[in-house]
């Protein structure tokens, strides 16, 4: 299929992801980078990033007391010792990816209010800002992401109304949103994030390296120059 001009359509990517997730943010830098090293092609695959709702620890209270290491150990059963290795391995792997995690800082916090943001983010034409803000405030800076005044702030930053926002989240306007993606992940089967759906029918699990998407997106973007080749020729 073709657009005007004669360009391919755009490969579709939708994310479903928490901005809670160490791994989805992580997984979220890989795309990226995935699609740095595709961007010099003679032919550059063009795509189109949706990010999708979902919820890790949706019994979370906004306001949780104790840290990380508290909440792993409480909520997966695990000896504080191993938690602490284990949140100095991700930290060591989002090093590798560019970002500086701060598992000493972060605030553990509910985050249902976080993706209606990115709902109404989304309806603003701001969604990807947002999800960065987001994920950037809660690892590396130490930030509330989970009362309505924080998300608020972070909103105005990168570029929404503030009362727009706060209407939309006391209102809990895109909350049926966000149950609309958590049950299209159900429908998928999708258990764990971040989990990336190309073009509808491919899905690929987990924060895999650059290349794995570099890949994928060549080869789905060889597989429309030949179709459309194809086309032509009939």
């Not at 500086?100 to 701001?126: P, S």
Request: aromatic share 8%; net charge negative; hydrophobic share 40%.
């Amino acid at each position: 299929m073709r657009l005007d001009g004669g360009v391919s359509e755009p490969i579709s990517i939708d994310i479903w992801s928490d901005i809670a997730c160490p791994w989805c943010y992580i997984g979220k830098r890989n795309l990226e980078k995935g699609l740095e090293a595709v961007a010099g092609d003679d032919d550059v695959p063009q795509v189109n990033i949706t990010f999708h709702s979902f919820e890790l620890s949706p019994d979370t209270p906004v306001d949780f007391d104790g840290d990380e290491i508290d909440f792993l150990a409480g909520h997966k059963g695990m000896p504080r010792a191993q938690v602490e290795q284990m949140l100095s391995h991700v930290t060591g792997v989002a090093s590798d990816a560019g970002l500086e995690y701060r598992f000493d800082l972060l605030q553990h916090t509910n985050t249902v209010k976080a993706h209606e943001l990115l709902h109404f983010a989304k309806a603003k034409g701001l969604q990807h800002a947002m999800e960065e803000r987001l994920m950037s405030a809660y690892f590396t800076e130490g930030k509330h992401v989970g009362r309505i005044d924080d998300l608020v702030e972070l909103a105005v930053e990168v570029g929404l109304d503030a009362e727009e926002t706060r209407q939309a989240l006391e209102a809990a306007t895109y909350l049926p949103a966000v149950r609309q993606d958590q049950a299209q992940a159900r429908a998928y089967g999708i258990q764990g994030v971040p989990f990336f759906v190309i073009d509808g029918q491919y899905g690929i699990s987990g924060a895999q390296p650059p290349a794995a998407f570099e890949n994928v997106l060549r080869d789905l973007w060889a597989q429309r120059g030949e179709s459309e080749t194809e086309s032509a020729a009939v």
